[in-house]
């Protein structure tokens, strides 16, 4: 009892619960607004790779510094004002970027702040169905096209060289975006969510040398996207109107309907209950296969 008596006589009576002010509380949410902002910048663009693999070296140089490597402390310690520099140049244009869209912004879409997605996932069940039933429409008509299918990071750039379109998903409208001679036929499709956010996309090209030379620029085209971002792209042969999926700069060929559904499915990030409950419906009806009764 006297320990405790001591204890509390030492800690918990000098112990002081600092006034808090208004000018506090405008600070503080001043502070955290900035901060948000900067963490979802960082996130949009690739300062979000970039922050990953400065935090890898730091963690890298704290294990140095608790087993004394003194040579790689002294290289980090001469090459971090180098690397400050670095990162400055490599981030010019995202800079230069957010500035401009700080200045063109008003009031009310400075306190705007993004929603969370849909309980359904990334995406709902019926934008799987419909870019699956396009591609499936197109393939039968060896109609070419290009459909880039969001995950996680952020497209913004890849929009940018393309015309918005800020559409619903439907198999109508990516079939007329990508029929012959139309405007927006040419390069490639954004999906976000359930909506098509550009069309006319221009889409980096893979310099990987083990694909096959048979492949044209569209696949190519696929496969870059595919390793610069985590999204999945679906293509569908002009030649041939076979459908691929690039993702993670793998290419999976000569899919039919219910492949192209399960690869979309497994970036849906949706409950597995769902999944579940939405996988045995009526696959066959989907594409018009079910005969009239």
């Not at 405790?4 to 619960?17: G, H, T």
């Not at 039919?256 to 559904?261: C, K």
Request: proline share 1%; net charge neutral; charged share 25%.
């Amino acid at each position: 009892m006297e320990q405790i008596r001591a204890f509390a006589e030492r800690y918990l009576v000098n112990l002081r619960i600092p006034t808090i002010q208004f000018t506090d509380i405008v600070e503080i949410l001043i502070l955290s607004f900035i901060a948000y902002h900067i963490i979802l910048w960082i996130k949009n663009t690739k300062a979000w790779s970039l922050l990953r693999g400065v935090i890898f070296i730091l963690i890298f140089v704290l294990i140095a510094a608790f087993f004394e490597m003194n040579t790689i402390l002294w290289i980090f310690k001469n090459v971090f004002s180098i690397a400050i520099i670095a990162i400055i140049i490599v981030l010019q244009p995202e800079l230069r970027r957010a500035l401009e869209e700080l200045g063109r912004k008003n009031l009310s879409s400075v306190f705007h702040l993004e929603l969370n997605r849909g309980e359904s996932g990334l995406f709902s069940d019926k934008t799987i169905r419909e870019i699956t039933r396009a591609c499936v429409e197109m393939g039968k008509v060896r109609t070419g096209a290009l459909i880039v299918v969001r995950q996680n990071d952020s497209l913004k750039e890849y929009e940018q060289t393309g015309i918005a379109v800020d559409g619903i998903v439907t198999s109508e409208l990516l079939i007329n975006i990508f029929e012959h001679n139309t405007p927006l036929h040419d390069g490639a499709v954004i999906i976000d969510g359930d909506r098509i956010t550009s069309a006319t996309c221009y889409l980096p090209l893979s310099d990987n040398m083990f694909l096959s030379k048979e492949l044209g620029t569209r696949h190519r085209a696929g496969v870059g996207m595919s390793e610069a971002t985590d999204s999945m792209i679906v293509i569908v042969s002009e030649e041939t109107g076979s459908i691929s999926v690039a993702y993670d700069g793998k290419l999976s060929r000569g899919l039919n309907a219910e492949d192209l559904e399960v690869k979309l499915e497994s970036i849906q990030n949706k409950q597995t209950e769902d999944k579940k409950r939405g996988l045995w419906k009526g696959k066959v009806a989907k594409y018009g296969k079910k005969t009239d009764q």
